[in-house]
């Protein structure tokens, strides 16, 4: 189910639809300060930001209900000074406009799970909004709104209210055949906005959205992912105490709390780990996931498909148990003479001619295939 909803045709916003933002009057000395030009590129930026979240918000929808509901166009076509009222609009929200917005929010799954209240969703809204302006950080996000259900109150507050059936955020980033929008869209419709006058390439707008939709997700789930420069390959590692105790069992390697460590094999153990009832163990989950996916997605662009890429490809492939036939610690073809256990893939080593795959079982801590 796909509900649109543009605030300003109801009474969320109140009085605040009539009141513009105040800007420093052009004969004034601050107007000509750093700080201003600091803060409306400040501005800028967090347009920029909203706009990207906004557009691929609304490519969700097939190319035909995207062209007959006809918000996609319109959002693309504001100007900056229709982007400022909205901000400021967004910033002027009250209580009883957020009890609404709580009483529709409650009804869709990408809020399951969670009591919301106008107060609850107020903090939140609020910390966001700080997020997107790039202030400092006092309040840290609720961790219990996943990266999904913070991009969707973000829009909400700027009059995109777009509510679909999907709750991972990875298909906000990727093309997928479920909403028929690829980046090459994504970038299309940026450069149809006022905001980008001078262009945005495809890599950049993919950066900028990845950044982006890096915001809405919670600082306290217990990972922490570090993307540097143009390596497609990020930085992770485990930062909970709680998460690894999960998933520190024997057979499985992530077993050292802050290092470094592949996405795949990270992944692969949180999976395995099975899904506890926990909030931050299953956004952990979707944060690895969605990096993992970013991760093989880049590498394929750069056509850097070699043995990290394939292993972290089998990481993602290889879970769950399995029945392994093995004669000692050699995982070989059922036979007469080979014994039978059930074990994980514990490990992987790129070789030469291919790669060896560690399994572990209860009985045996070292089988390699």
């Known amino acids: 189910m796909h509900i649109s909803w543009f605030a300003y045709n109801s009474n969320l916003l109140g009085t605040a639809m009539a009141t513009t933002p105040l800007k420093p009057s052009p004969n004034t000395p601050t107007h ?33 209900v995207r062209s007959l509901r006809g918000m996609l166009a319109e959002v693309v076509s504001w100007t900056k000074d229709d982007w400022e009222l909205r901000w400021f609009w967004s910033h002027e929200l009250h209580i009883n406009d957020y009890d609404q917005l709580c009483h529709c929010l ?46 969707i109150l973000l829009c909400a507050g700027v009059d995109v209210f777009a509510i679909h059936s999907l ?27 006022p905001l980008y006058a001078d262009g945005i390439t495809m890599e950049e707008a993919e950066k900028h959205l990845s950044d982006t939709l890096s915001i809405c997700f919670s600082a306290n789930h217990g990972i922490e992912i570090i993307w540097e420069n143009d390596n497609p390959r990020p930085k992770v590692r485990i930062t909970s105490n709680e998460i690894l105790d999960a998933i520190s069992v024997s057979g499985r390697h992530t077993r050292i709390l802050n290092q470094y460590q592949p996405l795949g094999a990270i992944y692969h153990d949180l999976l395995n780990a099975g899904s506890p009832c926990n909030q931050h163990f299953t956004a ?86």
């Open 284 to 369: 952990a989950i979707q944060m690895i996931r969605e990096a993992l996916d970013q991760e093989l997605d880049k590498m394929k662009i750069k056509g850097d498909i070699g043995k990290h890429y394939w292993t972290e490809m089998i990481y993602r492939r290889f879970l769950g148990f399995y029945r392994i036939h093995h004669v000692g610690e050699s995982v070989l073809p059922a036979a007469e003479d080979t014994g039978t256990t059930e074990a994980i893939l514990s490990g992987i080593s790129p070789q030469d001619r291919g790669f060896l795959l560690r399994f572990a079982s209860r009985d045996m801590n070292n089988l390699t295939a």
């Open 106 to 151: 409650d009804e869709f799954k990408q809020f399951d799970g969670l009591e919301l209240s106008a107060e609850l969703i107020e903090k939140q809204h609020k910390t966001l909004l700080s997020k997107l302006f790039g202030e400092s950080q006092n309040e840290a996000l609720i961790p219990d709104f996943t990266p999904m259900a913070n991009v």
């Open 167 to 193: 709750t991972d955020i990875k298909h906000l980033r990727q093309q997928n055949l479920l909403i028929h929008y690829s980046m090459d869209d994504f970038t299309l419709d940026l450069n149809k906005s």
């Open 32 to 64: 000509h300060t750093a700080e201003a030009a600091m803060h409306e590129r400040k501005c800028l930026n967090a347009f920029k930001r909203l706009l990207s979240l906004c557009v691929t918000l609304l490519g969700v929808d097939p190319p035909m």
